[in-house]
C-alpha cells in the first residue's frame, strides 16, 4: 500500500502543473453551469421576455454543450492545441459573463449562453481526455479531484448571485407601483415556473409584465463571476508559457519531456499529433472486440445520461419549484438551496477522491446507484 501511495505521488508530482490546469479549468465549468437556476427569474425580468422564452436559455446552453463536448476532441491531437483550446473557452466563459448584463433580448442571452455552451463542452472532453492519457490506468483518483472542481465552482456561483438576487418584482409596469403589485406579480410568476403542464399551458392568464421599468440587480452578480474566472485562462496561459509552447518561451527546456512513460500512450506514443483526425471513428478496431466491451459502453453511457441529465435538471429547476405553492420560498431563500445541492456533490465527490484509491470501480458504481 505504501509503495502504491509513493507511486501516485511520484506520478502527480511529475505533470503537477497540467494536472492542476485541468482541475482548474473545471472550476470554470462548474461556475459557469450553477447560475441559471437561481438567476433565471431576474434574467427574464432583464430580457422582459415571457416565461415560455426564457426557458430556452436552458435549451441553448445544455445543446451547444453536446455540441461542444462533440467537438472538443477535434484539439486533442497535440498539447498546445488542447492548451489553446483550454485558454480560449475559459476566457470566453469570463467574456460571456461580462456580457449578459448587457443582452436585454431573449434571442441575444441564447446566442451567448449557445456560446459558453459550446466551451463547457469543450473543456469537459478535453480535461477528462488529457487526464487519462496523463496518467491512464492511475487516472480514477485524479478524475475524482477533476470533477470535485465542477462542484466548487458551482457551489460559487449560486453564492455570488444571492445578494443580488431580486426579492419581489423586477419589472414594474406602467400602472404599477412596488408596493400595490409585486407581490401579485411575483406569485403568478412562481405558480406559472411550478414546472406543471398544467400551469405552463395556462401562463398567458396571469398579467406578467415584459415591458415597464427593469429593476433587477442581477449584473453585478455577473460581472464578479467574470472577474473570479479571469485568473483561469490566465493560468492557462502561463502552463503554455511553461511547456515552451510559446515563442518567446523555445529556450527553455520542455517540462513535458521531462515526464514518465506514464503520461505516453501504451504504443510509447505521446497522443500529440499522431493519426488522422477521424481516427478514432475507424470501424476496423471494433473488430473482434467481445459483447461485454459495448455492453460496457452502453451501461456507462446510460449512467451518465441519467446522473448528469437529473444534475442539469435539478440544478435548474429547484429554484423555481422552491419559489412556486406550496413552497413559496423567498428568491433569497430559494437561492440556498442550489448551494447546498452544490455543496452536497462537492462533499461527495471530495469523499470519492479517497473512495476512489481504496475500492474498485464496480463496488462504488453500485452503492451509489442503490
Partial sequence: MKLLDERIW????????????????????????????????DLRCQTQSTLQQITWVF???????????????????????????????TFIISLVFAIIPLCHHIVLLSIVMALAGKAMGVIDTIANLQLVKLYQKDSAIFLQAL?????????????????????DSCVLGANWTANS????????????MAGHGAALNNISQYPLHTEGVVVTRVSYAFWIMALINLPVPAAVLA?????????????????????SLSSMSPTGDSGQGHGSLFACCNP???????????????????????????????????????????????????????????????????????????????????????
Avoid at 451501461?299 to 435538471?313: H, V
Fill in 284 to 370: 476496423a478496431k471494433l473488430r473482434g472486440r467481445p459483447a461485454t466491451f459495448f455492453i460496457l459502453h452502453a451501461l456507462g453511457g446510460a449512467i451518465l445520461f441519467i446522473t448528469d441529465g437529473i444534475i442539469g435538471s435539478y440544478a435548474g429547476f429547484v429554484y423555481t419549484y422552491a419559489v412556486s405553492p406550496p413552497l413559496l420560498m423567498g428568491h433569497k431563500t430559494a437561492g440556498c438551496l442550489d448551494s447546498i445541492f452544490w455543496a452536497s456533490i462537492t462533499v461527495g465527490r471530495l469523499a470519492f477522491i479517497y473512495l476512489s484509491y481504496r475500492y474498485t470501480a464496480p463496488r462504488l458504481l453500485t452503492f451509489s446507484l442503490v
Fill in 59 to 89: 435549451f441553448s446552453q445544455q445543446f451547444f454543450l453536446l455540441v461542444g463536448s462533440s467537438m472538443g476532441g477535434l484539439f486533442k491531437k497535440t498539447l498546445l492545441s488542447s492548451l489553446s483550446a483550454l485558454f480560449s473557452c
Fill in 147 to 167: 470533477h470535485f472542481f465542477i462542484g466548487l465552482g458551482a457551489l460559487v456561483s449560486p453564492l455570488v448571485a444571492d445578494p443580488f438576487l431580486s426579492e
Fill in 239 to 259: 502552463l503554455i508559457y511553461y511547456e515552451r509552447l510559446l515563442p518567446c518561451s523555445s529556450n527553455s527546456p520542455r517540462l513535458l519531456d521531462r515526464s
Fill in 181 to 192: 403589485s409585486s407581490s401579485s406579480d411575483l406569485q403568478h410568476l412562481r405558480s406559472s
Fill in 10 to 41: 511520484s506520478l502527480f508530482k511529475r505533470n503537477w502543473p497540467q494536472t492542476l490546469i485541468y482541475w482548474i479549468v473545471f472550476f470554470s465549468f462548474g461556475l459557469c453551469i450553477a447560475f441559471l437556476g437561481p438567476t433565471i427569474l
